[in-house]
């Protein structure tokens, strides 16, 4: 049974700071995403990682993706109150199967 | 902009009821749909996956007759939770992977949700 696990679960930062969410899986994938959730709001779609060693960046957020750890990161740089939200990774299940097994989510509060 | 919808985004309902709620792809074909369900501050559990033309796929531990799943078009399925009781209180999320021939970008595109209560 794939398991994924996300840490911290919970993530209180100043504004300006840099951190890390990890994500850990516990069998071979090679598709791994990232979403971003707000209060009473559906899920956001942020990166979506294919192959070992991808990185991808979007404004302040960089997520990458080690296949041999079964490891992603997703890097927060000069944290701004917008990114305030809860992220999740997802592993899919069986390579392109599209069933998503899904962590418990990082919540992250940015303070001013 | 927003590629799958949900219907109704709230419901509220007395036990024993049952509600539907409606998923579309709205400018794609999806032969392939995924129900999902997460409890606040919780992660979200994939229930089961919507099969165009043919039967749903249930996750171990899901009421398949509670639960109805019908897929009768490629651009919509439904969920029906039958005799609902206040522990099927949840956020509903359907979700539908739009292919790259239809301009897709190899990940799932998740509906708005349904937030069920039932009292």
């Known amino acids: 049974e794939l398991k994924v696990e996300q840490n911290p679960l919970f993530l209180s930062m100043q504004e300006g700071k840099n951190y890390t969410i990890y994500c850990n899986y516990s069998?071979?994938?090679?598709?791994l995403y990232w979403y971003r959730q707000d209060p009473g709001k559906s899920l956001e779609s942020l990166f979506v990682?294919?192959?070992?060693?991808a990185v991808k960046q979007e404004g302040r957020l960089m997520a990458s993706l080690d296949t041999k750890a079964r490891l992603s990161t997703l890097h927060i740089t000069a944290a701004v109150h917008d990114l305030s939200a809860t992220y999740f990774c997802?592993?899919?299940?069986?390579?392109?199967?599209?069933?998503?097994?899904f962590g418990k989510g990082t919540k992250l509060t940015v303070n001013p | 902009g927003a590629v799958v919808s949900q219907h109704p985004s709230r419901v509220i309902c007395k036990s024993g009821t049952s509600v539907k709620i409606e998923c579309r792809s709205l400018?794609?074909?999806?032969?392939?749909m995924f129900w999902y369900r997460q409890f606040p501050k919780k992660s979200l559990m994939l229930m089961a996956t919507?099969?165009?033309?043919?039967?749903?796929?249930?996750e171990q531990g899901v009421e398949k007759d509670k639960f109805l799943i019908n897929h009768a078009s490629l651009t919509l399925s439904t969920l029906t939770v039958t005799s609902a009781h206040p522990e099927d209180s949840s956020f509903y999320i359907c979700?539908?992977?739009?292919?790259?021939?239809?301009?897709?970008?190899?990940?799932?595109?998740f509906g708005p949700g349904t937030r069920l209560t039932v009292l």
């Open positions: 979700s539908a992977s739009r292919p790259p021939g239809q301009g897709g970008a190899d990940t799932q595109y």
């Open positions: 069998t071979t994938s090679d598709r």
């Open positions: 990682l294919l192959s070992n060693g």
């Open positions: 997802a592993v899919d299940t069986q390579g392109g199967s599209e069933k998503l097994v």
């Open positions: 400018d794609f074909q999806a032969t392939t």
């Open positions: 919507s099969n165009e033309g043919s039967k749903a796929t249930y």
